[in-house]
């Protein structure tokens, strides 16, 4: 099981970013997922979360209705659209997968390489 977090970069506040995560090596419809990011010196945040399906998706509060969470199980890849970013979006953003859990715990049993967003002027 692999997975793969791309996208990141520097921005501005009020841009917009679009992470990316590839999965291999297992069946990515079988699977929930989650974005999680790690602020410096804070500890790791569940961001949003998508079920098996792509059916059911979650927020936390500081994220919702700026961010959109999507996968495309054809190509085995998970999206997390980041829209009107503020600099307190401003972390690694790290990918999980997992067969038996959804949430925004840190339950996921399969964690990516994180991708590092920055948001300032």
């Known amino acids: 099981v692999q997975l793969q977090a791309s996208g990141g970069g520097l921005v501005q506040p009020g841009g917009s970013l679009r992470l990316s995560c590839a999965t291999s090596?297992?069946?990515?419809?079988?699977?929930?997922v989650g974005w999680f990011r790690q602020a410096p010196g804070k500890g790791r945040e569940g961001v949003s979360c998508i079920s098996s399906s792509g059916g059911i998706t979650y927020y936390t509060d500081s994220v919702r209705g700026r961010f959109t969470i999507s996968k495309d199980n054809a190509k085995n890849i998970v999206y997390l659209q980041m829209n009107n970013l503020k600099p307190e979006d401003t972390a690694v953003y790290y990918c999980a997968a997992d067969p038996n859990y959804y949430g925004l715990n840190s339950r996921y049993d399969f964690w990516g390489q994180g991708t590092l967003v920055t948001v300032s002027s």
């Open positions: 090596g297992f069946t990515l419809d079988e699977y929930d």
